[in-house]
């Protein structure tokens, strides 16, 4: 991450004084303040938020079970035969398995909960970028930077933060507003 703030910021060193001899328009926004301030990144988060905890519940009910079995293996485990102690620990090794399944298929790198969260992001991120476009294309700038990867200095003035989350919200109509106005 350093690295790729101290390049970043070499490189616009070196753009930077071409950028500005050729009179182009530079702006900024602050995408830390975006996603701080934008609902659908607060809405997404809480509903993610919600999903891995209700996998986390799923997944500490069935450590709880297979504790469950297993401490009622060692119990029985001296008084019964051969045959059903065989029976109970294929049970417990099938159960462990699902269990390490279930993990994987859930949080794991390519879990669901995984993919939800880079799907989520990325529908999100699709809209911020419309709005930078837009903002970008109204005021006719040139160059957007991302003030808070790689600058140390922004004047206030082409700070573009507001203007991006405005057109954001200006489409987070909710429907029930759009029906109220058909009737």
Do not use: C
């Not at 926004?29 to 809405?43: G, H, L, P, T």
């Not at 509903?47 to 401490?71: C, F, G, H, P, T």
């Amino acid at each position: 991450m350093i690295r790729k703030t101290i390049t970043t910021v070499g490189i616009m060193a070196m753009i930077l004084p071409v950028l500005l001899t050729a009179q182009n328009k530079i702006g900024f926004v602050q995408s830390d303040r975006i996603r701080a301030e934008y609902e659908e990144f607060k809405d997404a988060e809480a509903q993610l938020q919600l999903e891995y905890r209700q996998v986390n519940a799923q997944y500490n009910k069935m450590v709880v079970e297979l504790d469950s079995i297993k401490q009622a293996f060692e119990t029985q485990r001296l008084m019964s035969s051969p045959d059903w102690r065989k029976e109970k620990e294929v049970e417990i090794a099938s159960r462990e398995q699902t269990i390490q399944q279930f993990q994987v298929t859930k949080v794991g790198p390519e879990g669901e909960l995984y993919r939800r969260q880079a799907q989520l992001e990325f529908d999100i991120l699709s809209k911020v970028k419309r709005a930078v476009d837009k903002v970008a294309s109204a005021k006719n700038i040139d160059f957007i930077i991302d003030g808070s990867v790689a600058l140390l200095y922004g004047n206030p003035v082409h700070d573009l933060t507001d203007d991006v989350l405005f057109e954001l919200r200006k489409y987070n109509i909710p429907d029930d507003d759009n029906s109220v106005n058909k009737k």
